[in-house]
C-alpha cells in the first residue's frame, strides 16, 4: 500500500530586476550639464565683462533646465544640479557685497552654510539627501538600477547609514562655517583667504573617504544580515 504522492513546494524570492553593469559613462551627462557647463558659463561670461552676479545667475541656466527634464521625463530631482544651484545662488548673494574686505570669506560661508542646512534639512523628509546623490552616482539614468537602488531603502541595514552620512556631511560643512569665523578674528582676511580653500578640499577629501567607508560596511551589513549580495 502506498501513500498519496506528495508534493514539496519551496517559496522563491521574487527576481529582482538586473541592472546593467556600471559604466563611468552613466556619469558624464551630469558631470558636464551640472558641473562643467556651469563653470565654462560663469569664466566666460566673467572674460566678457559680464558682472559676477550675471555670470553667477547665468550658471544656473543649466542645471536648472535639466532638473525640469528629469522632472518631466521622470518625476525625480538631480540632486547633483540642486547642489550646484545653491552653490552658486550663495555665491550670487555674497557677490552683492563685494564691496566688503570679506567678500571670499562670506562667499565660502555662505557656500558651506548653504549646503549644511540642505544636507541636515533633507533629514527631516522621508529620504536624506545622500540617498539621492549616491543614487545619482551609481545609478546615473538607467531605469533598472534606479529600480534596484530605491527598493534597498526596505532595509534598515540601509536606511540607517543613509541617514548617517547625510547628518556627517552636514554637520561638517556647518563646522567649516564656525572654524573660518574663529580664523577671521584672529587672521588677516588675505590668510583666512588662502587657508579656507585648503580647509574646504581636505573636508571634502575626508567626508568622501568615511562616505565609502560607510558605504562598504553597508554593503556587508546587507549580505550578513540580510543575505543579500549587492546587486549593483
Known sequence: MTGAPTTATCQTAPANPIARPFRFALLVPTLLVDVVAPIGILKTLERFGVPTVWALAAGCVPPALNNLRVWITSR??????????????????????????FYRIVTDMLLNGTWGLVFLASLLISRPLMFFIIGSIVTGEDASRI????????????????????????????????????????????????????????????????????????????????HLKWPL
Open 147 to 226: 529600480e534596484i537602488w530605491n527598493g534597498l531603502w526596505r532595509y534598515t541595514v540601509f536606511r540607517s547609514p543613509m541617514r548617517l552620512m547625510t547628518a556627517v556631511w552636514g554637520v561638517v560643512y556647518y563646522a567649516q562655517v564656525l572654524i573660518e569665523l574663529g580664523l577671521a578674528r584672529v587672521l588677516t582676511p588675505e590668510t583666512v583667504v588662502i587657508i579656507s580653500p585648503l580647509m574646504g578640499v581636505g573636508a571634502t577629501l575626508a567626508l568622501i573617504v568615511f562616505t565609502r567607508q560607510r558605504m562598504r560596511k553597508m554593503r556587508e551589513r546587507l549580505e550578513l544580515v540580510e
Open 76 to 101: 525625480r530631482l538631480d540632486p547633483v544640479g540642486i547642489l550646484m544651484m545653491a552653490s552658486i545662488t550663495s555665491g550670487t548673494v555674497a557677490s552683492l557685497v563685494s564691496g566688503n574686505l
